[in-house]
Structure formats: structure tokens, C-alpha cells
């Protein structure tokens, strides 16, 4: 399927998607960097004519994609706190957003430990014994672990940090593997 270009409408679509879903939506893993030429392109077309719908597509284009890096930073600072929690890694995030999660779930795991292992050194070091990594083989919907608490759903290819019978349980039905 080719890839569809950059416009208002495209912009204007991906906006909505990432407004009505709580989890971050799927975009091109290029998005920025095509919206910016775009917007390069429109603000060029502003200054060669006097038409006022040009300046004013220029300035909706500018909400439009502020409001989607605004959505997508919340939604990437709230996956950073599940993360930490959980070890459960967002899904759609595109490259210019993998690094300021991985900074932003750092400093939230770090405090996380630091404050937990203060109150409960000695229960967290045994319940970071008790769960494992693993990459699953296949799509999981989601499940209620044995520590009672829900994980995934997970696609192929995802990993995750799971209660360490659920994990060897999944390693032995060949659905995920370790690490």
C-alpha cells in the first residue's frame, strides 16, 4: 500500500485518532519530518501571495500539529509511569519519541526504586526474583497474571515483564521466549 501524503486532511485525521484514543496512535514512523516540509512548503506558497486562506491553513496546520505532539507527550509521559511499573513498553511510538521515553521511564524507575527500595528493600529485591522478561512469538489479548494484576495485550514481537510462573508458562506453549 503507498504511502499516503502529507495534507491538512492527513494532519487533520491524525489529530483526531490521536484525540479519541487513550493510547498513543499509529502514525508514519516519519510523520515530523513530512508534516515539516509540509508546513515549510505551505508557509513558502504564504509568502509569495497575499491570500489569506494560505495564512490561515499555515496557522491551523500549526495548532493542529502542536496539539498532536501535546497529546502524544502526555500520552508518552503516562506510558513512562506504567512502564515503571509494570515493565510493559508503549506500543506506536515513532523515532523522534523513543528517546524521550527512554529518559522520561528512566527517571520514573529510578525514583520508583529509590523511594520503594527505602520502604521495602527487602520485598521489592524478592519480587524483582519472582518476574521474568520475555518477547512474545504471537498477539496475547489481554489476561489477568497470577498476581492478580491484568498485562497486555501484547502483539508479536512486544515484550514484557511478567509474575515468573506466567512467564516460564508462556516460554513452555512456545507463545513467548525469555529476554
Known sequence: MPEEPITFEFIRRVQR??????????????FYQKAKEYLYQKRKLAEKHTDRNISLEV???EMLLEDIYNRRET????????TARTG??????IGEEKEFFDTVENIFQKQRDRV??????KT???EKEQFDTIT???????FVGLDMKK?????????GRLPKENAELFIEKNIAKKG
Not at 151 to 159: A, I, M, N, R
Open 124 to 126: 521489592k529485591e524478592k
Open 136 to 142: 512474545f512469538n504471537e498477539d496475547i489479548e489481554e
Open 59 to 61: 496557522k491551523n496546520v
Open 151 to 159: 498485562y497486555g495485550p501484547f502483539k508479536k514481537g512486544d515484550t
Open 75 to 82: 500520552k508518552i509521559t503516562n506510558h513512562a509511569i506504567i
Open 88 to 93: 510493559i513498553p508503549p506500543q506506536n511510538l
Open 116 to 121: 520503594l527500595s527505602l520502604l521495602f528493600k
Open 17 to 30: 485518532d490521536e484525540q479519541g484514543e487513550p493510547k498513543l496512535s499509529k502514525m508514519p514512523e516519519d
